[in-house]
């Protein structure tokens, strides 16, 4: 053979060599993409527990904690905690702003979300101040807005509404919608003033789950480390529908009263025409029924009609008295009704 035909096979056996390389690189790379979709078969699979390297997302979207909730900043000292779809038409919001704050002409659109298009639809906005203002024993130096957006009947709108979108002096400010779903009963617990110790936390939570409140909303920040240790155990026992946390600090100082005006209305725009009981307690108030006989918070409600606002009388356990129940109830029993 001579040298220049030796250098050509040469040469061709270099190209045959990296050819095949490459395509042992490529076919690697294929293999290893498919090999979760079991296209080569179970043999492939590989050896290891996916948990350990995935995330795994309950089906229930619900038990997501990041709802998105948190202070938007609008304009002139006002600040939007979230909204709420009320009806087909209209969508309210809750907010804050200094007593000096100038009431904003505002525009508002609600954005629909439909397939891979977002819809803008233009509303009627509207606000309502629902502290009193003008009250002589009010020294706060801020008042709680409510906002409305109302869009038009006669409007055909697709999909379903996403953002509340503030316009003002032609900056856009936007707000999600709350899109929570909820069960039965749900109990929505005021911040912690206190700073109680996080046994009594864990009993408030678990004595109500097990009265039959499927779902909970707690606004708290001081017992967050607790408040996201409960969240999860109770989402891998499958102890409730939900369990949400939702910040409680306000940008403006307030009174203890006065900034649970916001919480409350926050619970109940949430919750609106979705469940059939809201209770609203903090974490040292527990309801106690005189008779349940092994059924649960919702049969105790089964007579009253609907829409009813019920406001129940508070008394003062002692839970320093001395404890001459049996041991078995000793050991179960929240220290709120060892000795009642």
Same mark, same amino acid.
């Given at each position: ?14 190209f ?45 979207e ?83 807005i ?36 909820y ?10 003033? !206190? ?12 004595y ?13 920040e ?26 409680? !600090? ?9 900034? !649970? ?5 926050d ?14 307690l ?59």
């Amino acid at each position: 053979m001579r040298k220049y035909q030796q250098v050509a096979l040469l040469i061709l056996a270099c190209f045959s060599l990296f050819g095949l390389l490459i395509y042992r690189k490529e076919y690697i790379e294929l293999r290893s993409i498919f090999e979760g979709f079991h296209i080569f078969g179970d043999d492939i699979i590989i050896k290891t527990n996916c948990n350990d390297s995935v995330l795994v997302i309950n089906n229930n979207e619900n038990r997501l904690y990041n709802d998105g909730t948190k202070w938007v900043y609008i304009d002139h000292g006002i600040y939007i905690y979230s909204a709420y779809l009320i009806n087909n038409k209209l969508i309210k919001a809750i907010g804050i702003g200094r007593k000096d704050s100038v009431m904003l002409t505002m525009k508002c659109h609600v954005w629909y979300d439909f397939r891979d298009t977002v819809f803008s639809y233009e509303g009627k906005f509207r606000y309502n101040i629902l502290s009193n203002v003008n009250s002589s024993d009010n020294q706060e130096n801020f008042i709680i807005i409510e906002y409305s957006c109302e869009l038009d009947d006669n409007t055909k709108r697709q999909g379903v509404p996403h953002i509340l979108v503030f316009i003002v002096n032609n900056n856009k400010n936007f707000v999600r919608i709350a899109k929570d779903n909820y069960k039965d009963a749900v109990m929505c617990v005021y911040p912690d003033y !206190n700073n109680l110790n996080k046994l009594s936390i864990v009993e408030f939570i678990s004595y109500h789950q097990i009265l039959g409140y499927t779902d909970f909303i707690i606004y708290d920040e001081l017992n967050f480390v607790i408040l996201e240790r409960l969240q999860s155990i109770i989402y891998k026992l499958n102890l409730s529908n939900s369990f949400h946390i939702f910040p409680s !600090n306000i940008p403006y100082g307030s009174s203890m009263q006065t900034a !649970n005006i916001l919480f409350e209305l926050d619970c109940i725009y949430r919750t609106l025409n979705k469940v059939s009981l809201i209770s609203l307690l903090t974490f040292q108030d527990f309801i106690i029924p005189k008779e349940i006989s092994n059924k649960n918070i919702m049969s105790l409600y089964k007579d009253i009609k609907p829409n009813y606002y019920i406001k129940l009388d508070q008394r003062t356990c002692c839970i320093n008295s001395v404890n001459d129940r049996s041991i078995a109830l000793k050991q179960f029993l929240p220290i709120i009704v060892k000795k009642n």
